[in-house]
């Protein structure tokens, strides 16, 4: 995932020492303990971002940081707005890359059904918020799927995230929408994949779980897309992800 110094073993070492934490089977029988206390303890919703809440895992941050600096996007699209913490994550990441002029004029695009007010004003308010934009309506009604795709028109290289409905229908037809704006080396990283590792009535009330989540849509999409591959790199290095077979890279 990350670019290192081809005069050093560095990433050799981390791709060495992800390859046995996934073989290593007490690591793996307590992560599945650990990520069904989580979900039901609600942990993900613990964090903000510059003042923002942010409902992500911390380990998941870190690695869309490193995608981020390794792509280098100009237009990052996010399905899922929420309180917002995610959205100007990503619009800090784009003012880093500007700074370090790798990037020019970086944007954020957010897409949800339904923004509360109080999230839309604290979005808006914030200093970043000139980074930011947002359409309001599902993201796979074919309206809002065409001004998805004439806002990323002239954009050098997109990266998308896809953290809204969860369910399988609902993230198959969001992959088939949006997928080709990903541009090669680019990722689209695909939120709440763990939902297929914990057991149903875990989340109560939720109309997705075992079968019927994000992960068995990413599965679906691969079968008929092979312009993507998981990067299983980043599974087996963040141990704790909420995105297991999430991260999309577009080859």
């Given at each position: 995932m990350a670019q290192c110094?081809?005069?050093?073993?560095?990433?050799?070492?981390?791709?060495d020492?992800?390859?046995?934490?996934?073989?290593?089977?007490?690591?793996?029988?307590?992560?599945?303990?650990?990520?069904?206390?989580?979900?039901?303890?609600?942990?993900a919703y613990s964090f903000f971002w510059l003042g923002i809440p942010i409902i992500q895992l911390p380990q998941d941050l870190q690695?869309?940081?490193?995608?981020?600096?390794?792509?280098?996007?100009?237009l990052i699209i996010e399905t899922g707005i929420a309180w917002g913490g995610s959205l100007v994550f990503s619009a800090s990441m784009l003012v880093?890359?500007?700074?370090?002029?790798?990037?020019?004029?970086?944007?954020?695009?957010?897409?949800?059904?339904?923004?509360r007010a109080h999230n839309k004003a604290a979005?808006?308010?914030h200093p970043l918020s000139k980074k930011i934009t947002i359409f309001e309506g599902s993201s796979i009604d074919d309206k809002i799927i065409k001004k998805v795709h004439e806002f990323a028109k002239n954009k050098k290289r997109v990266m998308i995230c896809l953290d809204s409905n969860h369910t399988h229908d609902h993230v198959l037809a969001e992959l088939r929408a949006y997928a080709s704006l990903v541009s090669v080396g680019s990722y689209c990283i695909v939120g709440d994949t763990a939902i297929e590792n914990v057991p149903n009535g875990t989340i109560p009330g939720s109309p997705w779980g075992e079968g019927n989540n994000p992960k068995t849509a990413v599965w679906e999409f691969l079968k008929e897309n092979k312009?993507?591959?998981?990067?299983?790199?980043i599974d087996s290095k963040l141990i704790l992800t909420g995105s297991p077979d999430g991260y999309l890279k577009r080859i």
């Open positions: 110094d081809p005069r050093t073993n560095f990433c050799s070492e981390i791709n020492r992800a390859n046995l934490y996934k073989n290593d089977l007490l690591l793996q029988e307590t992560l599945t303990k650990f990520h069904e206390r989580i979900a039901k303890t609600k942990y690695a869309m940081q490193e995608i981020i600096w390794e792509v280098k996007p100009d880093i890359l500007e700074a370090c002029g790798a990037i020019e004029n970086g944007q954020v695009l957010g897409v949800d059904i339904e923004i979005i808006l308010a312009n993507f591959v998981i990067d299983k790199t």
